[in-house]
Nanobody
Framework: QVQLVESGGGLVQPGGSLRLSCAAS????????MSWYRQAPGKERELVARITSTYGSTNYADSVKGRFIISRDNPKNTVYLQMNSLQPEDTAVYYC?????????WGKGTLVTVSS
């Protein structure tokens, strides 16, 4: 079955960096687009970044453009989110997502807290 397992979250000071990882299994990873979403307390889940399968094209939420980088390592079945210049408003649970056969799959999330 499809499994997505996020890691790499934690507490970081404003201006700091973190790299999130999402280990995927149970589907054809190299042929699947992958996304990172986040959900802050009291807010709806929002798309942060997405990377396509074939050419690795990327797109980002306006709020993270120029600060976050999504990438993938197909042999390792892993997608990453490099987060730089983190701000308190980036505090959220970050989720890995993919769609397989028209169904959305989610990991359990990893908490990122940006605070001094």
């Amino acid at each position: 079955q499809v499994q997505l397992v996020e890691s790499g979250g934690g507490l970081v000071q404003p201006g700091g960096s973190l790299r999130l990882s999402c280990a995927a299994s149970g589907f054809a990873f190299s042929r699947s687009a992958m996304s990172w979403y986040r959900q802050a307390p009291g807010k709806e889940r929002e798309l942060v970044a997405r990377i396509t399968s074939t050419y690795g094209s990327t797109n980002y939420a306006d709020s993270v453009k120029g600060r976050f980088i999504i990438s993938r390592d197909n042999p390792k079945n892993t997608v990453y989110l490099q987060m730089n210049s983190l701000q308190p408003e980036d505090t959220a649970v970050y989720y890995c997502n993919t769609r397989v056969n028209s169904m959305d799959y989610w990991g359990k999330g990893t908490l990122v807290t940006v605070s001094s």
